[in-house]
């Protein structure tokens, strides 16, 4: 557990007088609201946030985002801005009896000297739902004020109960414009390197891809290859010194460029061709570069359609089930279900047969050859239909033996265009057995 007793220790320049070792992630924490990056939706005039934090009504809050967004941070920004105590525990290590303590800790306080407190806690979404509940009591009769912080969605991991008493809020992952700006400051702040390090360019973009939106890590990886650079030379960090000191290559890579096009191109035609391993270098390289998982989702999704169709219709499922998962957990755990996904497709019998039947059918549509529908198929249930002979003379194929009969489906103009032609691959083969068979059954033909 850690306390945080207010007012912190400042220097006239208002700023917390921070050990000179703490990490730069930490020494680089935004001391007010100008200085958080990215969460513009929280702090702008009028935003929830900037109220509570500008004095509204103290209200629990639940900061829901990824990591190294600022979750900690304006935590401690609001404690500070109310004027009460911060204490921040982590559900990692804490259980129902360091809750209990700190709340029975805040309730002497708040009777005996009006003191409040602000408790933090950290991944509250891995509090069992019996620790959750010992918070409950103290929230509704605020003994303490609730600021607690999850990467996963609250809706599906915290109790409803302390759902319904705090106000939930969304962060955001930073852009790789916010990052840029943090690490340029961090370079130039006293409270950083001051000025003591500096940053080739392409050793710029390069922590900013490997930030991924997150602060922290942006932050721990300039830290890392200052010190090398500071150590072996006079301070001056290119690509060599992030790559070697973060272990991580840069990799070769722009997401607005033609490596962007290049890649997914290649990822595409590696699942096409069936080479599965050529296609998770791909995947990789793209998750490694920052590529939007949604977009790698949405690409797996199509490719299901595309270029495997019905020669597994099951290849489908899994890509949808891919892209959803992308939606529930993000980066990095999500990186798993669109390899999942991609070594699916990879393997997959293909087909484009789903591809050329609707390509032929837009075609057509296009051209002018859509004719009037025959009238024992138009709607027969509105007043005045029969008068109009819709739906008189339709023959209902569930009556006929084996499901299927002869009848007219298409406009006149289309009567015997076949546009779905199956391949004899996967499971398409028993379809292409079977389609001439049913389309002779419909068509009357012998």
Do not use: C, W
Not at 37 to 64: T, W
Not at 137 to 161: C, H, M, Q, W, Y
Not at 355 to 375: K, L, N, W
Not at 403 to 426: M, S
């Amino acid at each position: 557990m850690q306390l945080f007793d207010s007012p912190p220790d400042e220097h006239p320049g208002g700023r917390t007088r921070l050990a000179a070792n703490a990490p730069l992630a930490v020494r680089m924490r935004p001391a007010d609201l100008g200085e958080v990056l990215g969460q513009d939706h929280l702090l702008g005039p009028g935003a929830p946030l900037r109220r509570l934090v500008e004095g509204a009504a103290p209200a629990s809050l639940l900061l829901y985002g990824p990591p190294g967004t600022g979750k900690t941070t304006l935590a401690m920004l609001v404690s500070s801005a109310i004027g009460r105590r911060f204490v921040a525990l982590s559900a990692l290590s804490a259980g129902v009896k360091e809750v209990r303590g700190v709340i029975e800790d805040a309730r002497r306080r708040l009777t005996h000297s009006g003191e409040s407190t602000v408790l933090f806690i950290d991944e509250v979404h891995r509090f069992s739902r019996t620790q959750q509940d010992a918070l409950l009591g103290a929230v509704e009769d605020r003994i303490v004020l609730l600021v607690a912080a999850t990467t996963e969605n609250p809706f599906f991991s915290v109790v409803s109960p302390l759902l319904s008493r705090s106000l939930v809020l969304q962060l955001r992952s930073l852009s790789d414009d916010d990052v840029r700006t943090l690490v340029r400051r961090a370079l130039a702040d006293e409270r950083g390197l001051n000025g003591t390090a500096t940053l080739a360019e392409d050793a710029e973009d390069h922590v900013v891809r490997l930030a991924a939106g997150d602060a922290r890590r942006a932050l721990t990886a300039l830290e890392a290859a200052a010190d090398s650079a500071l150590a072996t030379r006079d301070g001056a960090i290119d690509l060599a010194t992030v790559e070697s000191t973060v272990d991580k290559a840069a990799v070769r890579y722009d997401r607005q460029g033609d490596q962007h096009y290049d890649v997914i191109s290649a990822f595409i035609k590696s699942m096409r061709g069936s080479d599965v391993d050529a296609a998770l270098h791909y995947l990789a390289r793209m998750i490694e570069a920052g590529e939007d998982p949604r977009f790698l989702a949405r690409r797996l999704v199509i490719f299901a359609s595309e270029d495997v169709g019905m020669a597994d219709p099951m290849a489908l499922q899994t890509a949808t089930a891919a892209a959803q998962a992308v939606q529930l957990i993000g980066l990095p755990e999500a990186a798993l279900n669109l390899a999942h996904a991609t070594v699916h497709l990879a393997t997959a019998p293909k087909s484009n047969a789903v591809t050329t039947a609707i390509s032929q059918a837009m075609a057509d549509v296009r051209e002018g050859a859509a004719g009037t529908v025959p009238a024992h198929l138009r709607d027969g249930h509105y007043a005045g239909a029969k008068k109009l002979g819709n739906a008189a003379g339709y023959r209902y194929p569930h009556d006929a033996a084996e499901g299927v009969l002869e009848q007219q489906y298409p406009p006149d103009e289309l009567v015997g265009r076949d546009y779905y032609e199956p391949t004899g691959r996967g499971a398409e083969r028993p379809i292409a057995e079977r389609l001439p068979k049913l389309r002779r059954v419909i068509r009357g033909e012998k």
